[in-house]
């Protein structure tokens, strides 16, 4: 028996904490005052309340005043950060992952492409931070000219990960500014604001190596992981193992990353990320913790990398793993696939929608696994990280695995804050997807396609008429009296209500059929066959806050606006002439222009962070900016007013 401290929040929490008691360890997670109402604390033995997750210092108070003997960081957060850890074995607690000198040598990126290019591993050439620093900003293109690296480029944050910390760069002009902003972003999620720039490749595919030392040398390579498919640098969907891989591209990646773990006598769980095109590979960067996207390499291999490493931290190898003495390339059983469930909204720019989850069902079946830190009822919480849940699929091989992906995707029922399901959706129907033919560049190109609507017509029309809206609207308040509008006929009478498209005089066209349950509905009318339900369209519905309406049908999501809702409904941002909009609560970390200025079209006016991402909001046409309504450091707790242009 031990004690378990977990620093860290949601899903990841919860699948240490089961792995704590599956070990016989009691587990305490650390939680914030924003975090009140999270899944992990209702399950953990104790609680230790600190102001923040990045608060190093008050977290090992908290764990040594519990009496921990070990603590787990997760990912994120201070999984990487070389102080935290040696600040935690300094209290007398074991800290589960690598140890610091191995986090400060592979975890910033920098050094760890050094290293890298010691052992004879291919990197791509780049200015460091200390070049950042050392030359002027508009001396930093001709220094990665003379360097040959070619535009595009990509600025990077030199620690941490996650697609924070990073800004594309298409002109030498632009490259100040996103230098300025990603080393902002990197600072307030890492603590380390430092940034590189390296050549952007067009195309390549995004591959990951899985490896587990031993601290003395030794270690084993637990087979790869494909993230290609991400947005904002972010993955989307990973999978193992990688599709189309040659085995000797598969062999020489692993071998090379154990090369870094014998380098620096690496311990625990570590990924070592490259970029490959065709048959080559290139350093890219290693995690040195677990990665959001174990659960398909633990699918497929029949390991648990959780339990390893509590294992490893109690002072055994995990006799699961093999022997780290001895390098092999594992053979995989099966294809496993990992969808990230996010909330935000792909057709406005994968902006972050927190918001509360009044409609939340998960798939099931065989081989469907859903990692998840929330339940119906809670909330997605502006202040940390878009997230809610990772849904993880296995099949026996590749085609099966992507039939279950996207039936489950389909079976997976949110409302109340927008997601990213829909999006999903569109990617597991297409053929380069179902192909496993994609790269980083794949989602981008194909952008519009995968953020069209779902629902094919007359669906997509009917739904956004004041008919239907009206008849939603009574349907959820359970009215059973009739309601009229103009050409419509709707009438709520003993469960039934009927709907008429077009003259009341004509056979109604659709009907709204409540189901069991208060949010639970069907939808009959000429469905083409193509839909598959000639007997109508079961669908979701909840209430909104202002008056709004959610919906589910056919694995597309709408939010609709109730045809009785006064539009200055309190708690409503309604938009006023030349108003600029927050599109989603955050903090407001910069105003880059003052009351009385001239502005231009598309000129940056606010900096936002939400969901642990900056966003910048422009003005929308030019004008004069009249009025500025927030100040830094204000904390918007809903879409809200910003500035007056006129």
Not at 348 to 364: H, I, K, S
Not at 572 to 593: D, N, Q, R, T, Y
Request: glycine residues 10%; negative net charge.
């Amino acid at each position: 028996m031990g004690r378990l401290v977990i620093a860290n929040r949601g899903e990841i929490a919860l699948r240490i904490l089961r792995a704590a008691r599956t070990r016989g360890h009691a587990a305490a997670v650390v939680s914030t005052p924003e975090d009140a109402d999270a899944l992990p604390r209702r399950e953990a033995d104790a609680v230790l309340e600190v102001p923040s997750f990045l608060d190093g210092d008050a977290i090992v108070a908290a764990a040594r005043s519990w009496g921990a003997d070990l603590l787990h960081p997760g990912y994120g957060y201070l999984s990487e950060r070389p102080a935290f850890a040696r600040a935690v074995e300094a209290a007398g607690i074991r800290f589960v992952g690598p140890t610091p000198e191995a986090m400060e040598a592979l975890g910033g990126k920098e050094s760890a492409k050094a290293l890298a290019r010691a052992a004879g591993i291919p990197v791509l050439e780049a200015l460091g931070s200390e070049d950042l620093a050392a030359l002027p900003p508009g001396a930093w293109a001709g220094a990665l000219a003379a360097r040959g690296v070619p535009l595009p480029w990509l600025v990077k944050a030199s620690g941490g990960g996650g697609g924070r910390g990073m800004r594309a760069v298409a002109s030498a002009e632009d490259l100040p500014d996103a230098v300025a902003r990603a080393s902002s972003e990197a600072l307030a999620g890492f603590g380390d604001g430092r940034v590189f720039v390296e050549p952007l490749l067009a195309a390549p595919r995004h591959v990951e190596a899985q490896v587990f030392g031993d601290g003395r040398g030794g270690g084993v390579f637990l087979g790869e992981r494909e993230c290609s498919l991400q947005r904002r640098h972010q993955k989307v969907v990973e999978e193992a193992p990688a599709a189309h891989l040659a085995p000797a591209l598969r062999e020489a990646m692993g071998r090379a990353a154990l090369a870094l773990v014998a380098a620096t006598a690496y311990r625990g769980a570590g990924t070592v990320e490259f970029l490959v095109e065709g048959d080559r590979f290139w350093f890219l960067e290693m995690n040195t913790r677990l990665q959001v996207e174990h659960p398909v390499t633990e699918l497929v291999h029949g390991v648990d990398l959780v339990l390893a490493q509590l294992e490893l931290a109690e002072g055994a190898w995990p006799a699961q793993l093999g022997d780290p003495g001895v390098f092999r390339v594992p053979e995989a059983r099966g294809v496993a696939l990992e969808a990230r469930i996010l909330a935000e909204d792909p057709r406005a720019g994968f902006l972050p929608t927190p918001g509360p989850l009044r409609v939340y069902e998960e798939p099931a079946g065989e081989g469907v696994r859903v990692d998840t830190g929330v339940a119906q009822g809670g909330r997605v919480n502006a202040a940390f990280d878009p997230m809610i849940a990772k849904l993880v699929v296995w099949g026996p091989d590749r085609p099966q695995a992507v039939a279950r992906l996207a039936r489950a995707l389909a079976d997976y029922t949110i409302l109340g804050c927008t997601t990213n399901l829909p999006f999903l959706q569109a990617i597991a129907r297409t053929e380069a997807f179902r192909e496993g033919r994609t790269s980083t560049a794949w989602i981008p190109a194909h952008l519009d396609q995968l953020t069209a609507p779902l629902l094919p017509e007359p669906w997509s029309t009917f739904l956004g008429t004041p008919a239907f809206r009206e008849a939603l609207d009574a349907a959820l308040q359970g009215a059973g009296a009739p309601v009229s509008a103009p050409a419509a006929r709707f009438l709520a009478q003993a469960g039934v209500r009927d709907l008429t498209c077009g003259s009341p005089r004509e056979q109604p066209a659709f009907r709204v059929e409540a189901g069991p349950g208060p949010d639970r509905f069907r939808l009959q009318g000429p469905a083409p066959a193509r839909l598959g339900a000639p007997t109508g369209l079961p669908f979701r519905a909840c209430r909104l806050p202002g008056g709004r309406m959610a919906l589910a049908l056919l694995g597309d999501t709408l939010t609709l606006d109730s045809p009785f809702v006064d539009p200055d409904t309190p708690g409503e941002a309604a938009a006023e002439a030349g108003e600029i909009l927050a599109p989603m609560a955050g903090k407001i970390l910069e105003v880059l222009a003052a009351e009385g200025e001239p502005v231009a079209k598309g000129q940056v006016l606010f900096v936002l962070e939400s969901m642990k991402m900056q966003f910048e909001i422009t003005a929308p046409a030019a004008g004069r900016l009249a009025r500025v309504l927030v100040a830094p450091g204000q904390v918007l707790t809903a879409p809200a007013p910003l500035a007056v242009v006129d």
